[in-house]
């Protein structure tokens, strides 16, 4: 199938590119670079040996969208493109709510414009809010706590309302807990701008020796050793969840999936996993919770299972390691 994959060359955009080339699909990317580097389609290139039609396109653009679609003629559509940092969110609301939301609804109607409605969406854990119980499943109730969150909250809606309007649409919602990890090969991987927000690139830079130290953010809180708790997936895991549903969600609706493992590790966990997988230390100071953090976020994954034939396999162990194999390997990310 000739799939079009908006952010495609941003972390988990450039993870699915290889899976979907590596299962015999065309892939043509749309990806502005506002946080990426086409390097990242070029090692793609190189690890799969086949080729992606880029372009550089900004999804704001109507007219070079509706471009890309009357050259291309994509089958369906995964959409990754979009900002995702919480900090940056809170203090530019109005940047994320037209770039997410903007870029969705252009997308959609140029997608309607050439009755091309097959639509696969990142969404997030966030939209869970601060769940009453863990494991979360996809009937929880929505709640989102900053405005990156309420993009995707919006944009679920949106889209629901979408395919209220015209059910010959077909569109699966995955919501991703917290990836990390890379390919195994080291040559692509998560590539912050500046200081990383997340846990698992800020641990590999204080192991590469660019940052000094890590700030756990608290140890007091209701969890089994006082450290958040999240569901880590690898990223090859979930880029392989993306041409399950690609795959197996052939019929209309709105399908909503968690992607994740289905077990929570806490901080200290992820810090020892990390240790052991790359023999570096990594020293670490306990300090004041962060603003807007929950204590403990995990899926239950079990829907993915029965209906998309898929489960997260990588161990923790694998996710360090790949982790620390595309750190050690490219310290300064794609700029070298
Ligand atoms: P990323 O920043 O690496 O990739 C997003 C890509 O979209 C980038 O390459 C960026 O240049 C591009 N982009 C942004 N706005 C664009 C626009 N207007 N036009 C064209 N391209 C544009 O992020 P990622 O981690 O790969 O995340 C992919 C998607 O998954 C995002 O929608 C994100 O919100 C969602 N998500 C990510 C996580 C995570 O922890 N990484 C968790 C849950 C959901
Ligand atoms: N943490 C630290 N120190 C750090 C960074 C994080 O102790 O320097 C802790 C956090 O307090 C939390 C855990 O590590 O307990 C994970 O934090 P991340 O920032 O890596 O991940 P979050 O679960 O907070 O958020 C991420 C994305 C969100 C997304 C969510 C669910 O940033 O956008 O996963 O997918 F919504």
Not at 48 to 61: E, H, P
Not at 78 to 86: E, Q
Not at 221 to 227: A, F, H, R, Y
């Amino acid at each position: 199938m000739k799939v079009l994959v908006t952010g495609g060359a941003g972390y988990i955009g450039s993870h699915t590119c290889i899976e979907l080339l590596n299962n015999d699909h065309e892939v043509v990317v749309i990806d502005n670079l506002i946080n990426s580097s086409e390097e990242s389609l070029r090692r793609v290139e190189e690890i799969t040996r086949k080729k992606i039609s880029f372009y550089k396109t900004d999804l704001l653009n109507k007219s070079e969208v509706q471009k890309v679609f009357s050259i291309e003629k994509p089958q369906a559509v995964i959409h990754f493109a979009g900002l995702k940092a919480v900090g940056e969110s809170v203090r530019e609301p109005l940047h994320y709510y037209r770039n997410n939301i903007d870029a969705t609804l252009t997308l959609c109607e140029v997608m309607n414009e050439q009755n091309i409605k097959q639509l696969i969406f990142s969404s997030s854990a966030t939209v869970y809010g601060e769940p009453k119980t863990v494991p979360i499943t996809e009937d929880f109730p929505l709640h989102a706590t900053n405005p990156y969150g309420r993009t995707k909250l919006m944009l679920e809606e949106i889209l629901s309302d979408l395919f209220v309007s015209d059910s010959d649409w077909n569109i699966t919602l995955l919501r991703y807990f917290n990836p990390v990890g890379a390919h195994e090969s080291g040559k692509i991987g998560e590539d912050p701008k500046g200081t990383p927000n997340n846990l698992m690139p800020y641990i590999a830079q204080v192991a590469v020796g660019k940052l000094s130290e890590l700030s756990v953010f608290g140890n007091d809180w209701p969890t089994k050793d006082g450290t958040g708790v999240r569901d880590y997936l690898h990223v090859v895991d979930l880029a392989q969840g993306h041409v399950a549903a690609l795959e197996k969600m052939t019929q209309r609706g709105i399908h909503i999936f968690n992607l994740g493992t289905g077990h929570g590790v806490s901080v200290l966990e992820l810090i020892d996993a990390f240790e052991k997988s790359s023999g570096k230390d990594i020293p670490y100071k306990i300090v004041s919770r962060r603003d807007g953090d929950i204590p403990e976020c995990y899926s239950n994954a079990e829907k993915a299972e029965r209906e998309l034939g898929w489960k997260a396999i990588k161990t923790l162990d694998q996710m360090c390691a790949d982790a620390w194999n595309w750190q050690s390997k490219n310290p300064d990310g794609y700029e070298k």
